[in-house]
């Protein structure tokens, strides 16, 4: 094949020409001017209902339940009555999600997405006292716990109303408000509440941890998560394009299946694999949990199509399977990762053991409603380390230390404009004004960016981990280890690993040699941070921690040294 047809830039003037499925126009949204999204739906209201398009197809897929299009709808809909008209839920109120990947997150997302409530989706890892936290942030007026979160908040003041899913069955449970996901087909068939929706009306606040420690709730609109929407679709249409196809391809002949082990209260999972699914009629396989055996299993038992993972599953995964692959996993044909730095290499292994299937990468931010770029198909293959082109409604820029652009090839810092970015940070406006300007989010990332405009992530700005895809910010873990008896200074940071991308790594500096130990600072962090935060390598030392000419800890000196201990 005579790879590529065309150029990155003539594919996107095709894709986005009039009348083509990308066709933009210029729209002025809160006294700025933004390139959208000629056909995006207007919002999560339009998406559910014309999910009932799909009927008796099967939706999501838990264990052996199995909920269709039209079950989900009726539930989603009967949940928002009961918020409004038992809870008195209002437009623009909170509603907070804590718990697995249960079908009931989905039906409670959309059910209040429907009535003009801002969704909130609380990662159902952290603590008692963060979780408290960010419902008493929000000012939830509901927040759906399953029964491991319910007995997580015992005890915590936080001032909303829990309503429990899967739990004991009580007046407040999910199952008696609404009912068992069994009997969601005997819903009625009736609407909630129309509240006028617009594009532009808040829609979801995604907490994101601070460089104080302190989580930040990014508030995105209905216009912002439909234009990921229409995202999530480009790279496999410019791939096509470039490949001399025409797009969009004829209607599948069977609804394309996806496994979606990630939690839906990522940005990945939330909105790279349930709204697209419930959007196209795809059948969503959920997982309670990730393990490699039952993902196996159900892949080969529900003809998997699609992999959505972060590169910290896909290494243990591609190692399970033998090159050339093997016949019970031939239904996958893209196995798609992101949220994390993938090593250069992943690409071609993802090829090697899943014969004819395409692996694609995606690079964004909760702040940016996931995708600024994507990466796949042949493009991956001739740039392994890149992470795509922006996306057509997505403006970039990279500029130096004192705001200027950059040339081409050029490290910079990489900003962000578009219809998708984040409106503001919850409630804390001197955090806002910290990341955006004009207009402009910025990302904290490092990156060059070649001549058609390919994105290579070079380093992060921002003093944070990602580990497995979990965004962690150091300095929550220096105060924690600061608080320590014997300790006088720490530093933490991140380490390069085969598997998670990154792992969290730390520098001690005690008082009396010997009055500490790795494991009494990792046993003490327990007790107030959750395990993923807790650094898995630690150096523990009488040594002043290396500064620069300012003051600054050098961090990438401390990380070297460590690697060299630990190779």
Request: with cysteine.
């Amino acid at each position: 094949m005579n790879w590529p047809v065309m150029s990155v830039a003539q594919a996107r003037a095709v894709l986005t020409a009039r009348g083509a499925p990308f066709e933009m126009r210029e729209e002025r949204i809160r006294e700025e001017t933004f390139r959208t999204y000629v056909h995006a739906k207007p919002g999560l209201r339009t998406l559910l209902d014309e999910s009932r398009s799909f009927a008796d197809q099967i939706f999501l897929v838990y264990e052996e339940e199995r909920i269709t299009f039209e079950d989900h709808w009726r539930a989603a809909n009967v949940f928002g009555r009961v918020l409004t008209d038992k809870y008195s839920v209002k437009k623009g109120d909170r509603v907070a999600l804590a718990m697995r990947n249960f079908p009931e997150w989905s039906v409670c997302a959309f059910g209040a997405w429907a009535i003009g409530a801002i969704v909130v989706p609380l990662n159902a890892w952290e603590t008692s006292e963060t979780l408290a936290r960010m419902i008493i942030d929000c000012e939830a007026v509901v927040t759906v716990v399953d029964s491991e979160r319910r007995e997580r908040l015992g005890g915590q003041g936080h001032g909303s109303a829990l309503v429990s899913v899967r739990d004991d069955g009580g007046p407040n449970s999910f199952e008696h408000l609404v009912a068992p996901a069994s009997e969601w087909s005997n819903l009625p068939e009736q609407s909630g509440p129309d509240c006028n929706l617009a594009p532009d009306d808040p829609a979801m606040i995604m907490f994101t941890s601070g460089t104080t420690g302190a989580p930040k709730g990014a508030l995105c609109t209905h216009r912002a998560i439909m234009t990921n929407l229409v995202n999530t679709q480009y790279r496999v249409a410019r791939a096509a394009i470039r490949r001399g196809e025409s797009w969009p391809p004829p209607p599948a002949d069977t609804a394309q299946v996806m496994l979606m082990p990630l939690p839906l209260f990522h940005a990945t999972g939330l909105l790279s694999g349930l709204v697209p699914s419930l959007a196209r009629g795809m059948r969503l396989v959920l997982m309670y949990r990730w393990e490699l055996e039952t993902a196996l299993s159900l892949i080969e038992k529900e003809r998997v199509n699609i992999l959505v993972l972060v590169p910290a599953l896909v290494v243990p995964l591609l190692e399970r399977i033998p090159e050339g692959g093997c016949p019970a996993l031939r239904s996958v044909h893209t196995v798609t990762y992101g949220g994390s730095p993938a090593s250069a290499d992943l690409a071609e292994k993802v090829q090697s053991r899943f014969p004819g299937a395409v692996p694609a990468q995606g690079y964004g931010a909760t702040e940016t409603t996931s995708l600024v770029a994507s990466n796949s198909h042949e493009e991956l293959i001739a740039r392994p380390d890149s992470v795509g082109v922006a996306v057509p409604c997505c403006d970039i820029r990279v500029v130096d230390e004192n705001d200027n652009d950059v040339v081409p090839g050029e490290a910079g810092e990489l900003w962000v404009r578009g219809p998708q970015v984040f409106q503001t940070y919850w409630r804390r406006d001197e955090a806002t004004r910290a990341v955006k300007r004009a207009g402009w989010y910025r990302t904290g990332d490092i990156v060059t960016v070649d001549e058609e405009g390919f994105i290579y992530v070079k380093d992060r700005k921002k003093d944070m981990v990602i580990r497995g895809g979990e965004n962690i910010y150091c300095a929550e873990i220096e105060d924690a280890i600061g608080r320590i008896p014997g300790v006088i200074e720490c530093a933490v940071f991140g380490m390069p690993d085969r598997v998670m991308g990154e792992i969290v790594a730390g520098a001690v500096v005690v008082r009396t040699e010997g009055a500490l130990t790795a494991l009494d600072v990792k046993n003490r962090l327990a007790a107030e941070l959750p395990a993923f935060k807790i650094p898995e390598a630690l150096w523990i030392g009488q040594d002043a921690l290396p500064r620069n000419a300012a003051g600054k800890v050098v961090k990438g000196k401390l990380r070297d040294d460590l690697l060299a201990n630990f190779s």
